[in-house]
C-alpha cells in the first residue's frame, strides 16, 4: 500500500479541465519538478516507500553505501529526467473555471480513495 501512496508514484495534477462535454486546456508555466526537485531522478520507490531505519544500513553496510550513491536511483516518474514539469498557472485561470477543476479533482480524489479501500478489500 505504501508504493501506491507514495509521492513519487501519483499522477501529475491535470493540466485540462472538463467543463460540460468540452475539455480545455489550462495556462501552464515551467517549474522545477516537484517529484525530483530538479535532479531528474530520485529512488525507486519500491526500495524506500515504506521507509529506511537506521537498523537496515547498520546492519547491511553495502546497501547503505549503494543507496547513497544512487544505485537505486530512477529516472524521475513525473518528468522523465527534465528536470522540470509544466504546471496550471492559477494566475490565468478564472474563478468559474477553477471551481470546474477543483471539482473535476474532487470527483478523482474519490475514485482513488474508492481503488485504494478495493485493494485493501483484496479487490
Request: hydrophobic share 30%; net charge negative.
Amino acid at each position: 500500500m505504501s508504493y501506491f501512496n507514495d509521492h513519487r508514484t501519483q499522477p501529475a495534477p491535470a493540466t485540462t479541465v472538463l467543463i460540460g462535454e468540452t475539455e480545455h486546456q489550462l495556462p501552464t508555466k515551467w517549474k522545477v519538478c516537484s517529484v525530483c526537485n530538479g535532479e531528474g531522478k530520485h529512488v525507486n520507490p519500491s526500495i524506500d516507500c515504506d521507509g529506511i531505519s537506521a537498523e537496515q544500513f547498520h546492519d547491511d553496510p553495502d546497501f547503505h553505501d549503494e543507496y547513497m550513491s544512487g544505485t537505486y536511483d530512477v529516472t524521475c516518474y513525473r518528468c522523465k529526467g527534465r528536470t522540470t514539469e509544466q504546471v496550471v498557472d492559477w494566475d490565468q485561470v478564472p474563478a468559474t473555471v477553477r471551481a470546474a477543476y477543483d471539482d473535476e479533482q474532487q470527483l478523482l480524489a474519490q475514485d482513488r480513495a474508492m481503488e485504494a479501500a478495493e485493494r485493501r478489500a483484496g479487490a
